[in-house]
């Protein structure tokens, strides 16, 4: 296909009908207005000197909060049929909260848009530490405050946003908010999140909800090698990274000596965190390279981990890297998809791709282009292979705060200039603005 893009490809092929094309965001990481709410864990951590890499806060971030109007017409313009935005639990704590997601949903249905809701995308109530069980009590509690103000016009949501993520890099290691480094002391951060999972499935049906999802996050571990202390190693960080959040919610049990860790009985929650839910979400990026511990700590998220830990992180040579230095890997996508298929059978429900995307500089974003048209053609080869796929969502619709990085990195398929706060769409948002229109 030909675009005004500049860049000529081989179409895209065709996804079935209903296919679900959207784009994500985070609040955190675009609304702002960080003074017309509550504090959240972010506030803190990042007020803290040296905990993000510019130096930066999401105080104003791409003041979506005031400028949302503006962003439904670039979602309007680019032709998605859905987007995935986060609520945030200390702006709906706060007066006006939801009344700012009534509004949005509101301009979201009038512009065609179908409105994706997740429900918990890390900014957790200052007040509130997911370290304590009643936690995820009170989240239940918000998620029926936000379905029933909602949920008249809201008919797909998601639950949590990467579990995974928030334990590891927040609790586990330090270098995301809460900033804990509690290594495997952290599992009941994991434990507890994946209760409120379930527990916020239960809240959304009494609501009259339907079409509940999680959005974990998943990729292939490979061994570095086929020695069995390479392959023992790699086999214990897929459990940590991938079979530890989607086992409980698809088998309704932990992969065998996690439970072990976790705090006090577990059994009785494992029916609530494997609820059923209506399909399930991947955020994927990239595959990960394992091996046994070489003794020097190994690397994660830009952190050197703590030495003796059971693994090691390897590089995956011979692939072109991100501006975050993530190696591109699109068949990885479809290794995950029919992996998955494969481990979890007829208990996997259908898969909504939730994120999919890449950190790069400029408005000509060639290589941004690139990446999505390998990624989308991997993900259809999915399909044909028989992984029941319903929907694709690009990380991201605008550049935004990316968390420890601060504003370092660019996601978007939409410039921002923090400093006008300017939108310009990218040579990516017309390529793939081209891409919807041809699968219509």
Same mark, same amino acid.
């Given at each position: ?5 500049? *860049? ?8 079935? /009908? ?17 003074? +017309? ?8 951590? *990042? ?51 939801? /009344? ?6 509101? +301009? ?25 069980? /009643? ?44 900033? &804990? ?8 951060? @994991? ?10 499935? #239960? ?17 292939? *571990? ?30 309704? #049990? $932990? ?10 009985? !577990?059994?009785? /929650? ?6 059923? !839910? ?12 394992? =091996? ?41 996508? *479809? ?8 481990? $979890? =059978? ?24 690139? $990446?999505?048209?390998?990624?989308? #053609? ?11 796929? &319903? ?10 705060? +990316? ?34 229109? @041809?699968?219509?």
């Amino acid at each position: 296909m030909a675009t005004d893009a500049g *860049t000529a490809t081989a179409p895209i092929p065709r996804f079935p /009908d209903g296919f679900l094309w959207g784009v994500s965001t985070s609040a955190h990481q675009i609304e702002g207005a960080a003074d +017309e709410r509550e504090p959240s864990v972010w506030d803190a951590f *990042t007020a803290e000197p040296g905990r993000v890499r510019d130096g930066s806060t999401a105080a104003v971030a791409c003041d979506h909060y005031h400028r949302h109007r503006e962003d439904v017409a670039l979602l309007a313009g680019l032709g998605v049929d859905a987007y995935r935005f986060s609520v945030s639990w200390p702006r709906v704590n706060s007066p006006g909260g939801l /009344d700012f997601y009534d509004r949005l949903v509101d +301009e979201l249905c009038a512009a065609g848009v179908r409105p994706v809701p997740t429900l918990f995308h890390w900014d957790l109530p200052a007040r509130l530490d997911w370290l304590e069980r /009643d936690t995820a009590s009170c989240f239940a509690e918000y998620v029926s405050l936000v379905a029933g103000r909602l949920g008249d016009r809201v008919t797909k949501w998601i639950t949590l946003n990467e579990p995974a993520e928030h334990t590891l890099l927040g609790h586990a290691l330090g270098v995301h908010a809460p900033g &804990r480094r509690l290594l495997f002391d952290a599992l009941p951060v @994991a434990h507890h999140q994946l209760l409120a999972h379930g527990l916020a499935v #239960r809240a959304l049906r009494a609501a009259g909800a339907g079409d509940i999802g999680i959005a974990n996050s998943h990729g292939p *571990t490979w061994a570095a090698s086929g020695e069995p202390a390479d392959t023992e190693a790699a086999d214990f960080y897929d459990v940590l990274l991938n079979r530890l959040f989607a086992d409980p919610l698809l088998l309704g #049990r $932990y992969p065998e000596g996690i439970d072990a860790l976790l705090p006090g009985d !577990v059994e009785s /929650d494992l029916s609530v965190i494997a609820e059923p !839910v209506d399909w399930y979400g991947i955020n994927y990026y990239a595959p990960t390279r394992v =091996g046994a511990p070489q003794g020097t700590g190994a690397e994660f998220g830009g952190v050197t981990l703590p030495a003796g830990l059971p693994f090691s992180l390897r590089p995956v040579e011979g692939r072109p890297v991100t501006d975050f230095g993530w190696p591109v890997v699109p068949e990885g996508l *479809t290794e995950l998809l029919t992996g998955f298929r494969d481990r $979890y =059978g007829d208990r996997l429900p259908p898969v909504v791709i939730t994120e999919n995307g890449c950190s790069y500089e400029g408005l000509d974003d060639q290589d941004r282009i690139a $990446y999505l048209d390998g990624h989308i #053609r991997a993900l259809h080869r999915a399909v044909e292979a028989g992984v029941d796929v &319903r929907g694709y969502f690009v990380w991201s619709l605008l550049d935004n705060f +990316e968390w420890a990085e601060g504003y370092a990195r660019r996601f978007g398929l939409v410039h921002v200039d923090f400093e006008t706060l300017q939108r310009t769409p990218k040579a990516s948002y017309r390529w793939f603005r081209d891409v919807l229109r @041809a699968q219509r």
